[in-house]
């Protein structure tokens, strides 16, 4: 084994020169500051104190980059993971208790756990399966819910713990007469200073700037008592240190009852992280290894667990701001880390003035930029299949258990590629006779009509005859047979990418059957390795050997040798070169 697998980061640090430095610098730079305000808000939606959101953004970046393999995927809390943290531990612990924040630690060691395992079992390509569509739908309604956890905290209306989705904006409607005026001047202040910064300075950070003139607002109405004592709720001080140890709990109880939720935080913290890295690999010309990014996660959040950091996985926004900031290698993220100690070492205190709503109105921003409506549009309007996958997938995330709607998002995402799979396309060719040098060009008659014959009937199947799409195949040879009484039938077998066991068997069946009826199955131009399977597993054995050929020409040849010369001196179509030749 080589010692590249055992550490990846050594393949990229030949890459590292002086100018890769700087610029990674500035990136990492860029991104510490782009973080600060997203920790404190992640780690808030998660149902942990805001420290926890810092610390994550410490320590998971440094390992993903170190293990991971994309050069840009910039890791640490997200929105959608923190969302389903405190989903899967409110119904465990009291949301903030020592409980809630160990129970939290022990779910990011078991997610990490599986994500290890699967890129150790070389799983990555599993990723492949599951529709882009799912992680816009479940994004989407996260968001929703993220933005009606946030609405008590900056309207000031008593929710009782644990309301659903529907119940907390019955609430709200209910008690509208009670808004604190006070607390929703600061999170609309905060939102649109927010926003304005966004569109006229677009490199500052427009989150930290929002929260620092919701902070003064809030400081204004407490100093001048323009609002009542202690109506303004703070975010507290964060203790100005580097991330403490931590132990998760392992005891065999809350494993137990931890271990389904963990797997649905892995499986959507990997989905995120590969979709992400190859999304911003695409601009980068880099590829990625889906198998070593499952490592790199998996290995984040084990070690992440032990130093008081809770689940994380790619972000989108901070990737794409590193990508453009100029980054080169995965040193930037390792200098966003250090740069964020740096800033909490020296700013930590500040925070006692932060009061939550004005964290309200940024978390309002960021769970309003959650939602994809591109995407979202393009999906409802060009296919049906997707858009059904992506509302249920939103409709799931608002109304049922979240991890339970990520289940239910990637089963259908698997439904719908299995679907497709299992009705491969079987397109009916002809032969059109260009006289130029005489060449026999096989056609599509669906694109072009052309006359057939009317004993041998050609076929493209595209994509893998395989348990699943096998009855759609003989359901296609038993028409041919039945309906238009050919029985001899050339499958031209380019676009067969594999044939599993019950593939081969079921196309032994069909062949025996129409050589009862004195025709039978041919193949022309099958792949290398279709063919070697072909041959180890019988194949060729039982359906004959002088049924395969490597030309189309021979394949005719040898067909047309065969079939019953009465309906050849009546018919009046005569596609090939042997018809016309023949006397």
Known sequence: MKVESLFPFLRWFKLVTKDTIKDDFMAGLTGAVIVLPQGVAFATIAGLPPEYGLYTAMITPIIAALFGS??????????????????????????????????????????GIYQFAFGLARLGSLV???????????????AILIATSQMKHITGIEIPKGESFLHTWVDLFQGIQDINIFLLAIGILTLIVSLASKNFFPKLPNLLIGMVMGSVLAFLFNKFQIS????????????AHLPPLSSPDFSPTTIKMLAPEAFAVALLGLIEAVSISRAVATKSNQRIDSNQEFIGQGLSNICGSFMSSYAGSGSFTR?????EAGAKTPLSAIFAAIALMCII???????????????????????????????IKKVLTF?????????????????????FAIYLGVLLSLILFLAKTS??????????????DDIRKFVDIDQKPLPECPQLKILRIDRSIYFGSINHIQNRIAEVSDKEGIYSILIIATGINLIDLAGAEALIAENNRLKKMGGGLYFVNMKASVYEFAVESGFIKSIGGDHFFDSKSNAVAEIYRKMTGEKCSTCQNKIFRECRNSP
């Open 423 to 436: 009705t491969p396309e079987i397109h009916s060719l002809s032969v059109d006779n260009v006289k130029k």
């Open 128 to 142: 492949n399966f599951v529709s882009h569509t799912v992680v816009i739908g479940f994004t989407a309604g996260a």
């Open 383 to 403: 296919s049906k299949s997707e858009s059904a996958v992506l509302l249920t997938t939103f409709f799931a995330t608002l109304f049922l258990e979240l991890e």
């Open 319 to 323: 990737s794409g701001i590193n990508y």
């Open 228 to 239: 009542e004592p202690g109506a303004i709720k703070l975010v507290g001080k964060i203790p």
């Open 70 to 111: 994309s050069f840009h995927l910039i890791s640490g809390p997200t929105t959608a993971i923190s969302i389903v943290v405190f989903s899967s531990i409110s119904h465990h612990a009291e949301v903030g208790s020592p409980e809630f924040i160990s129970q939290a630690l022990t779910l990011t060691f078991l997610a």
């Open 345 to 375: 070492l020296l700013i930590a205190p500040l925070t006692a003035y932060l009061p939550i709503a004005a964290m309200g109105g940024v978390i309002l921003l960021v769970a309003y930029n959650l939602i994809d409506f591109h995407h």
